[in-house]
């Protein structure tokens, strides 16, 4: 979430300014739970029959979707686009282990892109899904495109947006990991990030580009989300979440066979385009089932940005006959959405 490591540099130093203070913060396995905060939109869910417990909240009505978020977030960055999609899926968007209303195991739980993936098969065996529609947000994509590799009975297609096969070397949460490493001084990084005072200034980092652009009130919203990543934070999950770009098993040999038609949607504004170009070329060489879509002016977390035309996209790939219903909300004049460029390969899926 906190991607820019220059941004990273100084939130640290200051961090070393108000250790003192903010020690004590988060010491404790209270303090370390998010008090919880009803859904706004849906029903929340918790597993029974899982070891630990998984939050989701559950919405819509149609063929199942699971919604995987990001590294540090949660369920709630799929905020924008929940009422979108709720019309035509059946919705279940989830917290991954140590976010949110989840469970933090701390002791037989590496937080690895594998380990997740087994948490959500595991969810669809308790809710008898034998088949659905993954749709993942960066680490949430790596998850989404695990489970397509691993468990491809199960899936039946995977929206990824900047996620990734090929994991993003070095760790762009490297510093931020060395930090939380250090107990006092991670103790101190999570009591100011719990506090609030940073939501403006991640927010920022998060949208990056986008920011500027953005209306007071879709700012006010974004910032409301990012203050639910930030107030579940812990020390210890978060920094297995920063180890787990790197500690997460590689699975490119198994993605290579992937049978589910998978759209991956990036941004060209993205801070991790690189890494995104690395998979793209990844997608082109091995996975001829991939529809590759980039919005010109987009960036890493496209849920957030444009929740109507990513909507649209996973619409019009997953259930084209449902699509159009979808954009004529979106424009009115019956033209092309603007800013996306489209390959080869996703002009010949969609003419």
Same mark, same amino acid.
């Given at each position: 979430? *906190?991607?820019?490591?220059?941004?990273?540099?100084?939130?640290?130093?200051?961090?070393?300014?108000?250790?003192?203070?903010?020690?004590? $913060?988060?010491?404790?396995?209270?303090?370390?739970?998010?008090? %919880?905060?009803?859904?706004?939109?849906?029903?929340?869910?918790?597993?029974?029959?899982?070891?630990?417990?998984?939050?989701?909240?559950? +919405?819509? /009505?149609?063929?199942?979707?699971?919604?995987?978020?990001?590294?540090?977030?949660?369920?709630?960055?799929?905020?924008?686009?929940?009422?979108?999609?709720?019309?035509?899926?059946?919705?279940?968007?989830?917290?991954?282990?140590?976010?949110?209303?989840?469970?933090?195991?701390?002791?037989?739980?590496?937080?690895?892109?594998?380990?997740?993936?087994?948490?959500?098969?595991?969810?669809?065996?308790?809710?008898? *899904?034998?088949?659905?529609?993954?749709?993942? +947000?960066?680490?949430?994509?790596?998850?989404?495109?695990?489970?397509?590799?691993?468990?491809?009975?199960?899936?039946?297609? $995977?929206?990824?947006?900047?996620?990734?096969?090929?994991?993003?070397?070095?760790?762009?949460?490297?510093?931020?990991?060395?930090?939380?490493?250090?107990?006092?001084?991670?103790?101190?990084? *999570?009591?100011?990030?719990?506090?609030?005072?940073?939501?403006?200034?991640?927010?920022?980092?998060?949208?990056?580009?986008?920011?500027?652009?953005?209306?007071? /009130?879709? %700012?006010?919203?974004?910032?409301?989300?990012?203050?639910?990543?930030?107030?579940?934070?812990?020390?210890?999950?978060?920094?297995?979440?920063?180890?787990?770009?790197?500690?997460?098993?590689?699975?490119?040999? /198994?993605?290579?066979?992937?049978?589910?038609?998978?759209?991956?949607?990036?941004?060209?504004?993205?801070?991790?385009?690189?890494?995104?170009?690395?998979?793209?070329?990844?997608?082109?060489?091995?996975?001829?089932?991939?529809?590759? $879509?980039?919005? /010109?002016?987009?960036?890493?977390?496209?849920?957030?940005? %444009?929740?109507?035309?990513?909507?649209?996209?996973?619409?019009?790939?997953?259930?084209?006959?449902?699509?159009?219903?979808?954009?004529?909300?979106?424009?009115?004049?019956?033209?092309?959405?603007?800013?996306?460029?489209?390959?080869?390969?996703?002009?010949?899926?969609?003419?």
């Amino acid at each position: 979430m *906190i991607k820019n490591l220059a941004l990273q540099t100084q939130f640290l130093l200051l961090i070393l300014l108000l250790c003192t203070s903010c020690a004590q $913060v988060a010491t404790t396995s209270e303090a370390l739970r998010a008090p %919880k905060a009803p859904a706004q939109y849906g029903v929340d869910r918790f597993t029974t029959e899982q070891k630990h417990n998984a939050h989701y909240v559950e +919405v819509g /009505e149609g063929p199942p979707a699971i919604l995987i978020p990001g590294l540090f977030g949660t369920y709630r960055g799929f905020s924008r686009m929940l009422p979108l999609l709720a019309p035509h899926f059946s919705l279940i968007a989830l917290d991954n282990f140590g976010t949110g209303d989840s469970d933090r195991p701390d002791s037989d739980f590496g937080y690895t892109v594998p380990e997740q993936a087994d948490m959500i098969v595991n969810l669809m065996d308790e809710l008898k *899904i034998p088949q659905c529609t993954l749709i993942g +947000v960066s680490y949430g994509g790596m998850i989404a495109l695990n489970i397509a590799a691993r468990y491809p009975n199960r899936v039946s297609a $995977v929206v990824c947006i900047e996620g990734a096969v090929i994991m993003p070397k070095p760790s762009p949460y490297q510093f931020m990991e060395q930090g939380l490493d250090t107990p006092l001084l991670g103790d101190a990084i *999570i009591g100011f990030i719990r506090s609030g005072l940073l939501d403006t200034v991640i927010a920022k980092d998060v949208m990056g580009y986008a920011w500027p652009k953005m209306d007071a /009130e879709d %700012k006010a919203e974004v910032k409301d989300i990012i203050s639910h990543y930030t107030d579940a934070a812990s020390r210890q999950t978060w920094l297995s979440l920063a180890r787990a770009l790197r500690t997460s098993k590689d699975f490119t040999e /198994e993605a290579k066979v992937i049978k589910a038609p998978v759209l991956y949607l990036s941004g060209d504004k993205s801070s991790f385009r690189e890494m995104t170009e690395t998979n793209i070329d990844y997608f082109k060489n091995y996975l001829p089932n991939v529809s590759l $879509v980039s919005f /010109e002016d987009g960036i890493h977390d496209l849920e957030l940005q %444009k929740p109507q035309e990513t909507a649209s996209m996973i619409l019009e790939f997953v259930a084209p006959e449902r699509s159009r219903a979808l954009a004529s909300t979106t424009r009115q004049d019956g033209q092309a959405l603007p800013g996306i460029s489209h390959n080869d390969q996703y002009e010949k899926a969609y003419q």
